[in-house]
């Protein structure tokens, strides 16, 4: 069989065509690309921990880590996120995904990541690579709408805004490193609404309310709960309801949610659906302690 090997430049073009024939225009998905969806991932300085396997000039799998650093109070771990595994019809059910998977992981453990993460609707094939399926704290809702709020809510503008919201973002308790410039790039992502609420001329909160295909939903949000929940209910108001993630130290917001009738549940997985599965690399840093405390979410889901 074909060995895995990294991505260059120049098979980009062919890499976005079969990610995008399987899971764009297969879903008839027709105004996104997964180039765009994924900026960081596809940067030039990522290509190395993209990985294809090519057969008679044609690249007919592919599978990819996204390195992050999260943050779980004040505990940093290097964590690689699993995106866009998938392989061409008719090269399937031949070893391919898991080839690239364990080339993958090899990478991660070579380079001492602490853990990785994804999201599936076949965990049983992840679970033979040694992954299992966790469940985060958290709970889901869905909005309804709520009488505008009187507060001060303006349209993300990245000139005035951009550093604030950056600063709001790594104040939380858990989050994911970002550079300012990646900062930049995830608020800007196909789909993506941001909304920011103003106290004294300068932002206080943010939220991120999204309609692509890959991020749906209310999933990003920084700032004080009580300056959230203004956020949330303007963010009601924008047609059909939207699901709702609430990160399981934002209680309040939870106990907003069912004050207003709204169905509150536990989460499933940090994507409010499909498996959520962990691959522990160092167990001394991703200890069980710091595990129940993890939430991947927001602008940094694959």
């Not at 990294?6 to 990610?19: G, K």
Request: hydrophobic share 40%.
């Amino acid at each position: 069989m074909e060995s895995p090997r990294c991505v260059a430049s120049d098979d980009l073009p062919r890499v976005i065509t079969l990610l995008d024939d399987i899971f764009r225009r297969e879903k008839a998905v027709t105004d996104q690309t997964v180039f765009t969806d994924f900026p960081l991932l596809f940067a030039r300085d990522n290509l190395d921990y993209c990985r294809v396997i090519e057969r008679t000039g044609q690249i007919v799998s592919h599978a990819a880590v996204w390195p992050r650093t999260l943050v779980i109070e004040g505990v940093p771990l290097k964590a690689g996120i699993i995106v866009l595994v998938a392989t061409a019809h008719d090269h399937r059910r031949q070893g391919l995904a898991d080839a690239l998977m364990r080339d993958l992981q090899r990478t991660m453990a070579d380079e001492q990541f602490d853990l990785g993460i994804l999201w599936t609707g076949v965990p049983a094939f992840y679970e033979q690579l040694g992954w299992h399926v966790v469940t985060p704290r958290g709970w889901l809702t869905h909005t309804a709408p709520l009488p505008l709020p009187s507060d001060n809510i303006r349209a993300y503008d990245s000139d005035q805004h951009l550093e604030a919201l950056h600063h709001l973002h790594g104040q939380s308790g858990i989050h994911t490193q970002r550079s300012l410039a990646e900062t930049a790039a995830l608020l800007e992502l196909p789909g993506c609404r941001v909304t920011i609420l103003h106290s004294e001329n300068r932002p206080v909160a943010y939220l991120v309310d999204a309609d692509a295909v890959n991020k749906r939903g209310l999933i990003e949000y920084a700032g004080p709960p009580e300056r959230v929940w203004s956020l949330v209910a303007a963010a009601s108001n924008h047609g059909n309801e939207r699901p709702f993630l609430i990160f399981p130290t934002h209680e309040a917001l939870a106990r907003n949610a069912r004050h207003e009738g709204w169905p509150v549940e536990p989460l499933s997985s940090c994507k409010g659906f499909g498996s959520e599965m962990l691959l522990v690399l160092n167990p001394d840093i991703a200890t069980p302690e710091v595990l129940d405390r993890l939430f991947v979410w927001g602008l940094d889901q694959a």
